[in-house]
């Protein structure tokens, strides 16, 4: 998703692909109901993932060419805390239907429809159509090491609590309302923290700004680890 999207943006621009990549994972939400099977969940899984990472690539390469380097940090904080925050109610949802029935499914379909709404009535200028030059692994270390070090440790930490957190919860007991509390705190943990952290990041260096998050993160981790052992 994220190496096809840039030339889908480059061909008919931001809209039209943000518009057509929602309606492929509002659709594929759907078909999770409809075809309750190991492989037709592997390939929806992986299409999903493909139309959400070019969601994502079209959002913030958008509010990157509004935002200067002054603000930067300050617009891309609220982006996430908006982006971060709804992920964390997202699993407050599953108290308001049996994870086994369709309604969820259902639900996520709606909420993708509707993101449709604002980007195709926005009068926002829509960024310049321009082809886009691939760029190696790297060669993007070269240019910026500690952001590429620190996307893949985001990568690795936050895959981990999505992917295992909730069968972990499962395993130690707890009900379905609290397996969506214990999935939900540490995303809106995450959400409070964008606001300072990009305030931050405007006002310091911001790779000290990312080294010094990282550390506490790690600190409060063994904390937890020997809390819990």
């Given at each position: ?34 075809y309750v099977t ?119 930490s936050a895959g ?7 069968v972990c919860a ?60």
């Amino acid at each position: 998703g994220s190496r096809i999207t840039p030339t889908m943006i480059s061909h008919v621009g931001h809209v039209r692909v943000f518009a057509a990549l929602a309606s492929v994972v509002s659709a594929v939400a759907l078909l999770h109901s409809l075809y309750v099977t190991a492989g037709g969940w592997l390939l929806m899984r992986v299409t999903t993932g493909i139309g959400l990472s070019g969601l994502y690539i079209v959002v913030e390469s958008w509010l990157n060419e509004q935002a200067g380097n002054q603000e930067r940090g300050k617009i891309l904080s609220i982006y996430m805390v908006i982006s971060v925050g709804c992920m964390a109610s997202g699993p407050l949802l599953m108290n308001i239907a049996s994870p086994d029935s369709f309604e969820l499914f259902s639900l996520v379909s709606v909420l993708f429809s509707l993101a449709l709404i604002p980007i195709l009535l926005t009068i926002s200028p829509i960024p310049a159509f321009e082809t886009s030059r691939a760029i190696r692994i790297l060669e993007l270390y070269r240019a910026a090491p500690l952001g590429v070090i620190g996307s893949f440790a985001t990568g690795f930490s936050a895959g981990s609590l999505m992917g295992v957190g909730a069968v972990c919860a499962k395993n130690a007991g707890l009900s379905v309302a609290e397996i969506s509390l214990f999935m939900s705190a540490a995303l809106w943990g995450g959400a409070i923290c964008q606001w300072p952290i990009g305030v931050l990041s405007d006002r310091f260096d911001r790779r000290f700004v990312m080294t010094a998050v990282t550390f506490l993160a790690g600190a409060v981790s063994l904390v937890c680890a020997a809390v819990v052992s």
